[in-house]
């Protein structure tokens, strides 16, 4: 027995099938899901070219010297060879440059996040008179750039007896960084809520009290991101602390390396060894604190 279907049924039907295969053709999750896979290819090509000059560091500090000559840079050490580094270890008694940057560095650090802080809560806060005119003053002072300002601190270190030593370079970098840090923690605390300070004043609060029990807690996470960005700004400055700190018992890890640098030019390994020296305890310390600068800029930018 023939059953006879109905042709425009049949039809209906055919465009019904056809339509989920032109959506999925025309999908825009899937060409937005394509365009994110080259997004993250590039951002991994570069990734791998900022870490390419580190991994060189990495095989040439541990390769012997007569492997270099014949191999060149890029090849895999046969076997590993610490006289490299321990002569350039020995060579500029690294254990005080170390210790000196180490110092240097986390105290500007914390010097500079605590001037940050009581800057911003009296311009963002405080709401001082003229607070866009004292911005633009900060501003400036991390925008001049260093070779401009060298000489007058050249002369007030020296007017003041804290040329050559720790204590005045720990100011002078401090207070040039705090500018940058009181710019970024206005516009944080300019949007404060009004209420919660309102209230802590009718609790009887003083400016003090505010600052340290409302405003400190809920700021922590950036100035978390200031301690990091203030430590390894430190760590890697060079210009400053080689005018303000000539002896050798004061200079830091990147003084030290650019001093001595022309010393090992002939021997490439030892200059691979000096930089990897340089580098890895600012990179240790950026993995150690990576987990609480990410989580302070993910709760800055959900605020």
């Given at each position: 027995m023939m059953t006879i279907t109905n042709p425009e049924r049949r039809i209906s039907q055919n465009s019904r099938s056809s339509k989920p295969s032109v959506a999925r053709e025309n999908n825009p999750i899937r060409r937005r899901g394509v365009s994110g896979w080259v997004i993250v290819g590039v951002l991994f090509f570069c990734a791998l070219l900022m870490l390419f000059p580190f991994w060189l560091a990495l095989i040439n500090g541990f390769k012997p010297a007569s492997q270099y000559m014949e191999s060149g840079p890029l090849a895999l050490p046969n076997s590993l060879d610490f006289s490299s580094l321990v002569s350039f270890w020995k060579g500029v008694n690294f254990n005080e440059k170390l210790l000196n940057s180490v110092l240097i560095s986390g105290s500007v650090a914390l010097l500079a996040v605590v001037l940050s802080l009581l800057s911003s809560f009296a311009v963002g806060i405080g709401r001082i008179k003229g607070r866009i005119w004292v911005l633009a003053i900060f501003m400036l002072g991390f925008t001049i750039p260093q070779e401009a300002l060298v000489y007058p601190l050249f002369l007030l270190t020296r007017e003041l007896g804290l040329y050559d030593t720790k204590l005045g370079v720990i100011i002078v970098i401090a207070v040039l960084q705090s500018a940058f840090g009181t710019y970024m923690l206005s516009s944080v605390l300019g949007s404060f809520p009004v209420e919660i300070l309102e209230a802590a004043k009718i609790d009887g609060a003083n400016r003090w009290r505010m600052l340290w029990s409302i405003v400190f807690p809920l700021t922590k996470p950036t100035l978390s991101v200031l301690v990091t960005f203030?430590?390894?700004?430190?760590?890697?400055?060079?210009?400053?602390?080689?005018?303000?700190?000539?002896?050798?018992?004061?200079?830091?890890?990147?003084?030290?390396?650019?001093?001595?640098?022309?010393?090992?030019?002939?021997?490439?390994?030892?200059?691979?060894?000096?930089?990897?020296?340089?580098?890895?305890?600012?990179?240790?310390?950026?993995?150690?604190?990576?987990?609480?600068?990410m989580r302070g800029v993910t709760l800055g930018a959900v605020k």
């Open positions: 203030f430590f390894i700004w430190t760590w890697n400055e060079f210009f400053l602390p080689m005018v303000l700190l000539p002896s050798a018992g004061n200079q830091t890890v990147s003084v030290s390396l650019g001093a001595l640098s022309g010393q090992y030019t002939s021997s490439p390994t030892a200059l691979a060894a000096a930089s990897l020296a340089g580098i890895l305890p600012a990179f240790i310390f950026f993995l150690l604190f990576q987990r609480t600068l």
